[in-house]
């Protein structure tokens, strides 16, 4: 079974910061794209960030010079640093990975979902 395990989600002061993480099993020996995305209340889904294998980045124009993505992938780990949180940043965020396991075809895969709320 793979899984995509994320954590690091919770309740933040606007202004405040959380650094989400998604670790990606095992199982999956080959990973291409990591990116972040998430979901507002009757919202639709928003590509937060992204980044490929070779490590180049692209950000949302919301969140551009305050969220930060980075991998590592001798740990098949995803993070998302986000800095200056506000009310907006509000929403459950979701980690996606483009991966390959052994003997399969490449596919997509996604976390559960952490939730994150910025409020004072």
């Known amino acids: 079974q793979v899984q995509l395990v994320e954590s690091g989600g919770g309740l933040v002061q606007p202004g405040g910061s959380l650094e989400l993480s998604c670790a990606a099993s095992t199982r999956i020996v080959s990973i291409y794209t990591m990116k972040w995305y998430r979901q507002a209340p009757e919202k639709q889904r928003e590509l937060v960030a992204s980044i490929t294998s070779s490590g180049t980045t692209s950000y949302a124009d919301s969140v551009k010079g305050r969220f930060t993505i980075a991998r590592d992938n001798a740990k098949n780990t995803v993070y998302l640093q986000m800095n200056s949180l506000k009310p907006e940043d509000t929403a459950v965020y979701l980690c996606?990975?483009?991966?390959?396991?052994?003997?399969?075809?490449?596919?997509?895969?996604w976390g559960q979902g952490t939730q994150v709320t910025v409020s004072s």
């Open positions: 996606y990975v483009r991966g390959q396991v052994p003997f399969t075809r490449i596919s997509d895969y």
